[in-house]
């Protein structure tokens, strides 16, 4: 008898193999099917394909650099805060880029100048050759500290600033700089008597009806420096150096604060054609895919909107509770506050019969505060570091330029105070961290803390952003 051979497609009784039927595809299988490539194009939409992420390095945009500013906040704030966005919207069309940073705390002049120093080693890593420093309040105050390489008040050295940055620095514009310390008539003019002749030029624009701020005293120290110094007086404005929105006076104070600027960042800046010049900067790939469903997904969290791209809460702010300031001891302050609008996610308050404002301003990788501003100005009269959605009702730290005691508050329902609001916020993080209890079996079988098929296909139709599940027709 003949060998078989190999891959013979008889078998011993030379007929032929009854070819074995594949296994039948149910609903089941499609479905765990469909699941699985949703799954790998979603991944797939996270990490491009190499040849889309070269193509997406290899375009290139071009940006002016070379004047800059260096744009500082004051005492409480943040850079993150609407004001200082407002003034860098404002100082951009005099430069080529407005660089913002945050103040390191507690609030100490050698680490305040070391942050102003990383701010203009940013600028110079960018291009920029000629840098102007400004500030808001306490920045100003800083800035002038640097310029005229001074210690602090308390006698405190500050850090010198390399030689190389020294030569960039061009200007120092000083927004409602504080003369007068808070709670007292004790001048803070030393840095500005102790500029030199050598210091860049400094403007300095301060508000008519700013309470931190003396304008004799002021021009008697500008005329005891050695440097060349600018003072504007904004008339009808106070330290927040803008009026009401919506009043009259709003044009003419931004239009007499933006030419007196305008006018020295030309002087001190130099022109666009002389000084700025055009970079290459590369382009990042954008991660950002539509598949099949005709759903965008992010590559970092899929199916779930961005904070950004969330529309803001509906609050009914008729029905919010009005709150009551007292026994601050600026008596402007005091009085009826009422909700005004939808701030940070929560309700904020304006003063029935005045200027002042409450809100709460956060920021990705910032303190949370609660502040009290002149509508909703740049520099915080009052403040304090609290997450919750209403401010405490004591425990505020003071302001620049403002006296003490600070302001107390109390609402109908009753506010909570500091310690009650840190006790609840450490406890919430306690619970947070705790394990859930095992829940016991419902069913013969059922070991406890198991999950039904079902249940775990929807939490995971869940984790990829699928709302509701397609049907699948088998063919």
Request: hydrophobic residues 35%.
């Amino acid at each position: 008898m003949a060998k078989q051979r190999l891959g013979s497609n008889k078998s011993e009784t030379k007929a032929k193999r009854s070819k074995s039927k594949g296994k039948k595809r149910t609903m089941a299988m499609e479905k765990q099917s469909a699941r699985h490539k949703l799954k790998a194009t979603i991944l797939a939409s996270a990490m491009p394909s190499r040849g889309k992420f070269e193509a997406a390095l290899a375009a290139e945009a071009s940006a002016h650099v070379g004047r800059a500013v260096v744009l500082a906040h004051g005492a409480g704030g943040s850079s993150a805060h609407a004001s200082m966005k407002a003034w860098r919207r404002r100082l951009l069309p005099f430069c080529d880029d407005v660089l913002l940073f945050n103040f390191p705390r507690p609030y100490r002049m050698p680490r305040l100048v070391g942050a102003f120093h990383d701010a203009i080693d940013r600028a110079r890593r960018e291009g920029h050759t000629r840098v102007v420093l400004a500030g808001v309040g306490l920045g100003a105050r800083v800035a002038l500290h640097l310029a005229a390489e001074l210690p602090a008040d308390d006698g405190e050295p500050v850090p010198p600033l390399a030689a190389a940055l020294r030569q960039m620095l061009v200007g120092v514009v000083a927004l409602s700089y504080p003369m007068l310390r808070a709670g007292s008539d004790e001048r803070r003019d030393g840095p500005i008597r102790g500029l030199k002749a050598s210091a860049p030029p400094v403007l300095f624009v301060s508000g008519s009806e700013d309470a931190s701020m003396d304008a004799a005293a002021l021009e008697s120290a500008r005329r005891a420096c050695e440097a060349t110094t600018e003072a504007v007086v904004v008339h009808g404005t106070d330290q927040s150096l803008s009026a009401r929105s919506g009043t009259h006076l709003e044009a003419d104070v931004i239009g007499t604060t933006d030419r007196a600027i305008g006018g020295f960042m030309e002087r001190v800046l130099g022109s666009a054609e002389q000084y700025s010049k055009k970079r290459k900067v590369k382009v990042a790939p954008k991660k950002k895919v539509t598949i099949r469903e005709g759903r965008e997904t992010s590559p970092t969290s899929p199916g779930e909107a961005r904070e950004e791209d969330k529309p803001p809460p509906q609050l009914d702010l008729s029905k919010v509770a009005e709150i009551e300031v007292s026994g601050c001891g600026c008596d402007e302050l005091n009085g009826t506050y009422r909700a005004d609008a939808v701030r940070d996610g929560v309700p904020s308050y304006r003063q029935v019969h005045g200027k002042f404002t409450i809100e709460r301003d956060s920021a990705p990788g910032q303190l949370t505060q609660w502040c009290i501003c002149i509508e909703y100005g740049f520099a915080s009269c009052y403040f304090i570091d609290c997450e919750d959605d209403l401010p405490p009702s004591d425990g505020w730290s003071i302001g620049e330029g403002y006296p003490g005691p600070p302001p107390v508050l109390s609402g109908p329902g009753g506010l909570k105070s500091a310690t009650e609001v840190a006790v609840s916020g450490s406890q919430h993080k306690e619970v947070r961290h705790q394990v859930a209890p095992q829940k016991k079996p419902t069913r013969a079988g059922h070991a406890p803390g198991s999950m039904s098929t079902r249940r775990k296909k929807r939490l995971q139709d869940n984790k990829l952003g699928i709302k509701k599940r397609k049907h699948f027709k088998v063919k």
